[in-house]
């Protein structure tokens, strides 16, 4: 079964500090990784997409990274704001004529002044 | 360029009663999704539309959930009767097109917060 596995659940961290959150996942065959910002109350905006040959890339002060071979992704997060905090989920599409797509259950992070 | 519009933003009924969300597209965007995000939970697809033909309603409770799709553009999603488990915030969004490989960006609406009381 195609799943996406988010770690950790939540995440509470002092600003100006840096975190790393986790993505596995089982999805195949793997068409490309994104990750997703949900702010409260708001609907996920798109961070980073990364496919299967794509190691690394990076959007402002978020890094994404993807080992295809691992089947694991991560956000790093760098110099944190307390605009950060939000909901950071990650999403899996399925290579194939329907292109599934299989969302994590994310990442709760909070950032403290 | 004007996003993903969705209506009403909040919506609180009774256990039993119906309900319907309005979801408008980005100008031509030919595929519509609708996914329900329960609290803490990351969204789940309900449906997923390419102009106004179904691609995927596997995860769609078909016994009280519909939705259709008209002319391609705007959407509706019903419930009818709810229950208190359908208590969740629905998401619409948006991507201008389908295929293999599927590179393109979902934009997401605001979501309607549904309150089954």
């Known amino acids: 079964k195609n799943q996406v596995e988010q770690s950790p659940q939540s995440l509470i961290i002092l600003e100006g500090k840096n975190c790393t959150l986790q993505?596995?996942?089982?999805?195949?065959?793997?068409?490309?990784l994104r990750w997703y910002k949900q702010d409260t109350g708001r609907g996920p905006v798109s961070l980073t997409i990364m496919t299967f040959s794509e190691n690394t890339k990076s959007n402002g002060r978020y890094t994404a990274t993807l080992d295809a071979d691992t089947k694991q992704s991560s956000l790093h997060i760098t110099a944190s704001q307390l605009s950060d905090s939000a909901s950071y989920i990650c999403v899996v599409r399925e290579y194939s004529s329907a292109s599934k797509i299989i969302f994590g259950s994310g990442t709760r992070l909070s950032i403290r002044p | 360029e004007a996003g993903v519009a969705q209506s009403p933003r909040y919506k609180i009924i009774e256990k039993r009663q119906s309900v319907a969300f309005w979801c408008n597209p980005i100008s031509g965007h030919a595929t519509l999704y609708w996914y329900q995000q329960i609290l803490g939970q990351g969204p789940k697809l309900l449906i997923q539309f390419q102009n106004n033909g179904v691609v995927d309603d596997s995860q769609l409770p078909k016994d009280r959930f519909s939705a259709e799709r008209l002319k391609g553009v705007d959407s509706t999603l019903k419930i009818q009767p709810a229950k208190l488990e359908d208590s969740a915030v629905y998401l619409c969004?948006?991507?201008?097109?389908?295929?293999?490989?599927?590179?393109?960006?979902?934009?997401f609406g605001p979501g309607t917060r549904l309150l089954v009381l």
């Open positions: 993505c596995n996942y089982t999805v195949s065959p793997f068409s490309n």
């Open positions: 969004a948006s991507s201008s097109r389908l295929g293999t490989g599927g590179g393109e960006t979902q934009y």
